[in-house]
């Protein structure tokens, strides 16, 4: 028996960045569309592709991956979750962090293979001013605007490790939540 097809999102690293490594979302939908997925959509043009699928995340994100460098001409890394893993994420998450004018909260996912225990001991945060957790597949920073300018999230931007994840901030990663829902 097939496995029925499930809410899937993808998340592409650094697309459409300064005038960089340009993805059109039409295009893009039509190239993840043609590997098999249904009801396939983009959310804001940072890459973010909703669709339906029964494969597993595993074997899906390398099809994905070469698909978009056959169409683009360029590696685009892709980290995939299903809709169970992005709500164990939220609910991992403070309902009251945001990204408002009061605070800033970033989830910056992790590929699999870095997602462990221990992962925020490599990360430098100074928690009097900035709480970072790891929550399941991303390690989540709150940190209020006006702390923002001493805070510690540009030493991890600069860090070997931001060059494995993508970020979304808070209000995207609910937005996309509810999107997998709809599907």
Same mark, same amino acid.
């Not at 979302?25 to 190239?31: D, F, H, P, S």
């Given at each position: 028996?097939?496995?029925?097809?499930?809410?899937?999102?993808? +998340?592409?690293?650094?697309?459409?960045?300064? /005038?960089?490594?340009? &993805?059109?979302?039409?295009? +893009?939908?039509?190239?993840?569309?043609?590997? /098999?997925?249904?009801? &396939?959509?983009?959310?804001?043009?940072?890459g973010n592709v909703l669709f339906r699928d029964a494969r597993s995340s595993r074997t899906l994100a390398p099809k994905i991956e070469r698909a978009i460098e056959d169409e683009f001409g360029f590696p685009v890394a892709v980290q995939l979750r299903d809709l169970p893993a992005v709500r164990r994420l939220l609910e991992a998450i403070p309902d009251d962090w945001t990204n408002d004018s009061e605070q800033k909260t970033d989830v910056f996912f992790v590929p699999g293979e870095l997602d462990k225990p221990g992962l925020l001991d490599s990360i430098v945060h100074d928690p009097e001013i900035e709480t970072v957790l790891h929550a399941?597949?991303?390690?989540?920073?709150?940190?209020?605007?006006?702390?923002?300018?001493?805070g510690n999230a540009i030493r991890l931007v600069r860090s070997d490790l931001y060059q494995r994840m993508t970020i979304r901030n808070i209000n995207t990663?609910?937005?996309?939540?509810?999107l997998l829902e709809e599907l």
């Open positions: 028996m097939a496995r029925r097809p499930s809410p899937h999102l993808a +998340l592409l690293r650094g697309i459409n960045v300064g /005038g960089k490594n340009k &993805v059109g979302m039409a295009t +893009l939908r039509e190239v993840v569309g043609a590997l /098999g997925c249904d009801d &396939v959509r983009t959310y804001i043009n940072s399941p597949g991303a390690v989540v920073w709150n940190i209020s605007r006006r702390n923002q300018a001493r990663v609910r937005k996309l939540r509810d």
